[in-house]
């Protein structure tokens, strides 16, 4: 390309170009000076000239100008934000020397570089874009300051080196290894961040309302939704592929722009993929990714150090949830600490892929408020005397997971000794044993005695109040002889404030089909659930997920309830399948033990209570066959005393087969599973125990006396509210016991039990594992157990009813009950030919039930041995009791 011509001779060129006439060019040129015309450069043959002058614009390209013979491309648009962060491309004077030009190109991306950093700074260095960013942009002005104090330096040596050559200013940058891989790098990262931004910010656009009309023909509509929906897939393939379990207690959202964790994410793409194997890139790279993540590190540990949440543009890897308080949904309930923190799918750095370790930081955050908020400490900072705890420095370093487990370690320790010291959960866990596995079973025994007419009727026609009532009184008096005879004992050391109050309900579903409607939750193709829409799947899986969620009583039965037909012979037609307990749990045992968790335990509670109450029901026949006037009148025939002999033995057998079910629910499944749990919440005590030993002697070794007396002083005005029992309160006295401690090697225990989530996963087997061995988990037990529960029931109902058919068998008793019940048994015969056929009668039925017992005990055995030998090999001790109790 050609430029304007002048007038200017060689010799004004050259007195132009001497250092008294140039000025420095970062200041604005003098008057005039624009006004100066270049001189064409086909006229100029000295090559030494053309190179000052290439010299003297490259100076003014350095920081984003344009000069005489190096200008904007047309293509520049200055008003343009993307073309401004892009940077201007130049272009050269045409007639330049082929030598000159070759350099001059290859020197002007300074320029580009430059002004496209320059531009980047001004556009994203807002509060909008996040602290990572703005630290990013910050490391950007320090490095322009440097890069214009070279460009300064540059300009200086021009002007008094009469030997400054254009080979010697290239060769000067490069010196300047660092500067010239800086900008670039800078540069590259910029661009990306921008694009990103970019693609962000279109994305929002093309979703918003006001953009729909213009972005309707590009298919862009609804684009938000499907996005969130293919995070939500990924999330719950990644949870499934690392934990083996889904966890919906995340943020599906993206940043509607580049922040936070994509700005180090894309620096790490850079370290890990490009710049590999380039040392120098690789130093550059990872002491920026240190100095802008400083921000991110510090909210990391005000996470994990005392769960506060510092974030006041959305760009970290925890999210708070602004959640609308309620009275099914407060502080106070589980379903709020699983959703007012969250983690964030988007912008997790590569240090934070691992969903196990995601879960870990979350859940230190978490235990750290509930703990705060049961006890009134705001900094849980104060409470470690040992200081064991080091805050994270680098999100580079290579303790930062060991760090995290060690801010999760003690975030644990402190929820635990809330748990155990304060709310003394081994206690909770005594009342629940006591109160669904019918431990003491005293209470429910008295209930079931008082209540048995009623329970054996209809749910549909009975009075649910009167229930409740006659259950609270039973309560209540036992709740009455227990603080009894706590005052007799005086026990002044007893403290326990752990209440469980309890509501008797009568649920319209059954026992039985409540069981199977658990086992009906039917698996779902995900890969077809995936190539549906985003609420067909939502549905989906509400419908699988609601399935655990017990019917209540009262919205079980409305205006569409009907009884049917009532037939007393079946157990799930009784108001005591349908018996169940309510209970509510304290905040914050609620988090240990969930509203999943007390819905096993209302399964287990049900089949323990039918089993007890079928159980009495052949108690009682068995009762009236050997204590009533009728059953023992010693003058029947010998036919008929053998009738009567064998009748008793196969309700005899029928109850012994109660009797090894409640031995085997009782002794070979409940209590051997709670010896297993109650040893795992020892182990904890001692192991909190041990801890707090460990840290006091840490403590008496590196702090003086007088900052121990400060820290229990502390300590005790936290907890005068009792949340903590003297075994805390006392420090002084726990110190003065170190050594003793120490000498009995107890400090040798790692604490590896004190973690809550291990807590609930061995609390959660101890419930699966008695669901499991009692029969729960197969439809083809529950069906069988039903169909032998159902004939004992039938065959006791039969046996009550035979009063009348055995007096009828016997003249003497006949004439007896006839004058005493004239009009019931008017117009009967007690003939021998009468007596026989119902004598007949009355041995075929018997028969029938021996029969029909026999195949059904064999069919139920048949099935739990199957299932035993292939799925659950503790059911095979019920068929070892079982076998010796019908050998035949």
């Known amino acids: 390309m050609s430029f304007t011509s002048g007038a200017e001779t060689e010799a004004d060129i050259v007195q132009m170009l001497k250092p008294n006439v140039l000025r420095p060019c970062v200041n604005r040129p003098p008057k005039g000076y624009n006004n100066i015309r270049p001189h064409a450069l086909i006229n100029l043959n000295d090559l030494k000239i053309q190179q000052g002058l290439i010299i003297k614009d490259l100076l003014f390209v350095f920081l984003g100008f344009e000069g005489?013979?190096?200008?904007?491309?047309?293509?520049?648009?200055?008003?343009?934000?993307?073309?401004?962060?892009?940077?201007?491309?130049?272009?050269?004077?045409?007639?330049?020397?082929?030598?000159?030009?070759?350099?001059?190109?290859?020197?002007?991306?300074?320029?580009?570089?430059?002004?496209?950093?320059?531009?980047?700074?001004?556009?994203?260095?807002?509060?909008?874009s996040g602290k990572v960013l703005q630290k990013f942009c910050f490391e950007i002005n320090r490095f322009l300051q440097e890069y214009e104090q070279l460009v300064l330096t540059i300009e200086q040596e021009f002007q008094l080196n009469p030997n400054f050559n254009l080979n010697y200013l290239e060769n000067n940058i490069l010196r300047n290894s660092n500067i010239s891989i800086q900008i670039d790098l800078l540069y590259e990262i910029a661009l990306m961040i921008h694009d990103e931004s970019v693609s962000r910010h279109f994305q929002a656009v093309s979703n918003s309302s006001a953009g729909e009309e213009v972005l309707e023909e590009a298919g862009t509509i609804g684009r938000k939704?499907?996005?969130?929906?293919?995070?939500?897939?990924?999330?719950?393939?990644?949870?499934?592929?690392?934990?083996?379990?889904?966890?919906?207690?995340?943020?599906?959202?993206?940043?509607?722009?580049?922040?936070?964790?994509?700005?180090?994410?894309?620096?790490?793409k850079l370290n890990s993929e490009k710049y590999l194997g380039d040392a120098v890139k690789n130093r550059l790279l990872n002491e920026l990714f240190d100095s802008i993540s400083t921000d991110y590190v510090e909210m990391l540990n005000g996470w994990l150090s005392n769960g506060e949440i510092d974030d006041p543009?959305?760009?970290?890897?925890?999210?708070?949830?602004?959640?609308?308080?309620?009275?099914?949904?407060?502080?106070?309930?589980?379903?709020?600490?699983e959703e007012v923190y969250v983690t964030r799918t988007d912008g997790v750095i590569d240090q934070f892929q691992s969903r196990e370790l995601q879960l870990k930081i979350l859940a230190t955050g978490r235990y750290l408020n509930i703990f705060k908020m049961c006890t009134g400490i705001n900094d849980t900072n104060a409470m470690d005397n040992d200081k064991r705890h080091i805050e994270i420095t680098s999100l580079s370093s290579r303790d930062l997971e060991l760090k995290i487990l060690e801010f999760y370690s003690r975030a644990n320790r402190l929820l635990m000794k809330l748990f155990f010291e304060g709310y003394q959960f081994p206690t909770l866990m005594d009342k629940l044993q006591r109160t669904f596995m019918l431990n003491d079973s005293f209470n429910i025994d008295n209930f079931i005695s008082s209540s048995f007419n009623d329970l054996k009727r209809s749910k549909y026609a009975i009075s649910e109040s009167k229930l409740q009532n006659r259950f609270s009184e039973i309560e209540r008096k036992s709740g009455q002889d227990d603080e009894r005879e706590v005052d007799e004992t005086n026990d002044e050391d007893n403290n326990d404030?752990?209440?469980?109050?309890?509501?008797?309900?009568?649920?319209?579903?059954?026992?039985?089909?409540?069981?199977?409607?658990?086992?009906?939750?039917?698996?779902?193709?995900?890969?077809?659930?995936?190539?549906?829409?985003?609420?067909?799947f939502k549905t989906l899986l509400n419908k699988s997920l609601e399935k655990n969620i017990p019917p209540s009583s009262a919205n079980a039965g409305g205006a569409g309830a009907t009884s049917g037909a009532y037939d007393p012979d079946h157990s799930d037609e009784y108001s005591i399948s349908g018996l169940n307990l309510l209970v509510s749990i304290q905040f914050p045992l609620n988090i240990l033990i969930g509203q999943n968790f007390i819905f096993q335990y209302q399964l287990i509670f049900k089949l323990l209570v039918l089993t007890k109450f079928i159980s009495k029901l052949s108690d009682n026949t068995w009762k009236e066959i050997?204590?009533?006037?009728?059953?023992?009148?010693?003058?029947?025939?010998?036919?008929?005393?053998?009738?009567?002999?064998?009748?008793?033995?196969?309700?005899?057998?029928?109850?012994?087969?109660?009797?090894?079910?409640?031995?085997?629910?009782?002794?070979?499944?409940?209590?051997?599973?709670?010896?297993?749990?109650?040893?795992?919440?020892?182990?904890?005590?001692?192991?909190?125990?041990?801890?707090?030993?460990?840290?006091?002697?840490?403590?008496?070794?590196?702090?003086?006396?007088?900052?121990?007396?400060?820290?229990?002083?502390?300590?005790?005005?936290?907890?005068?509210?009792?949340?903590?029992?003297?075994?805390?309160?006392?420090?002084?006295?726990?110190?003065?016991?170190?050594?003793?401690?120490?000498?009995?090697?107890?400090?040798?225990?790692?604490?590896?039990?004190?973690?809550?989530?291990?807590?609930?996963?061995?609390?959660?087997?101890?419930?699966?594992?008695?669901?499991?061995?009692?029969?729960?988990?197969?439809?083809?037990?529950?069906?069988?157990?039903?169909?032998?529960?159902?004939?004992?029931?039938?065959?006791?109902?039969?046996?009550?009813?035979?009063?009348?058919?055995?007096?009828?068998?016997?003249?003497?008793?006949?004439?007896?009950?006839?004058?005493?019940?004239?009009?019931?048994?008017?117009?009967?015969?007690?003939?021998?030919?009468?007596?026989?056929?119902?004598?007949?009668?009355?041995?075929?039925?018997?028969?029938?039930?021996?029969?029909?017992?026999?195949?059904?005990?064999?069919?139920?055995?048949?099935?739990l041995r199957k299932f035993g030998e292939t799925e659950d090999q503790s059911l095979l001790i019920l068929i070892q009791r079982l076998e010796n109790c019908y050998p035949e």
Not at 227 to 256: M, P
């Open 225 to 268: 939704d499907e996005t969130y929906f293919q995070n939500f897939i990924k999330t719950i393939q990644n949870d499934l592929r690392q934990t083996g379990s889904i966890d919906l207690a995340t943020d599906q959202s993206n940043f509607e722009l580049c922040k936070g964790g994509l700005v180090l994410q894309i620096i790490q």
């Open 497 to 536: 404030e752990v209440h469980l109050e309890s509501t008797l309900t009568i649920d319209y579903t059954n026992f039985y089909d409540l069981a199977k409607e658990i086992l009906d939750v039917q698996s779902f193709d995900a890969l077809k659930a995936m190539a549906s829409s985003s609420s067909q």
């Open 626 to 863: 050997n204590y009533s006037t009728v059953w023992k009148y010693r003058h029947y025939d010998p036919r008929i005393k053998k009738w009567i002999l064998r009748s008793r033995i196969l309700l005899n057998r029928m109850g012994d087969f109660m009797r090894e079910m409640q031995f085997y629910f009782n002794l070979d499944i409940i209590e051997s599973n709670y010896k297993e749990i109650t040893g795992t919440m020892s182990e904890i005590e001692q192991e909190l125990k041990v801890s707090q030993k460990t840290s006091s002697t840490s403590t008496k070794r590196n702090h003086s006396a007088r900052d121990s007396n400060v820290y229990s002083d502390r300590f005790n005005t936290f907890n005068n509210n009792s949340i903590f029992d003297r075994n805390i309160i006392q420090h002084q006295q726990i110190q003065r016991n170190v050594s003793s401690a120490s000498n009995s090697g107890a400090t040798s225990t790692s604490g590896a039990m004190i973690d809550v989530n291990i807590l609930r996963t061995k609390f959660s087997s101890f419930l699966n594992n008695i669901l499991r061995h009692s029969l729960l988990t197969n439809k083809d037990l529950i069906d069988s157990l039903k169909r032998v529960y159902d004939l004992i029931i039938s065959y006791s109902h039969y046996l009550s009813r035979l009063k009348k058919s055995l007096v009828l068998l016997n003249a003497e008793l006949y004439n007896t009950f006839r004058q005493d019940y004239p009009d019931k048994f008017e117009g009967k015969s007690v003939d021998a030919d009468s007596i026989y056929d119902r004598y007949v009668k009355l041995n075929d039925r018997l028969i029938w039930y021996y029969e029909v017992f026999g195949d059904t005990l064999t069919d139920f055995m048949s099935i």
């Open 68 to 128: 005489f013979y190096v200008r904007y491309s047309e293509k520049f648009d200055p008003n343009s934000i993307d073309a401004k962060i892009r940077g201007p491309d130049f272009k050269t004077a045409k007639h330049l020397d082929i030598s000159l030009k070759s350099i001059t190109k290859r020197l002007v991306s300074f320029g580009k570089f430059y002004s496209g950093l320059k531009a980047f700074n001004e556009y994203y260095n807002s509060q909008l």
């Open 313 to 337: 543009f959305d760009e970290f890897l925890i999210k708070e949830n602004k959640i609308k308080e309620s009275s099914l949904m407060n502080k106070f309930t589980e379903k709020y600490w």
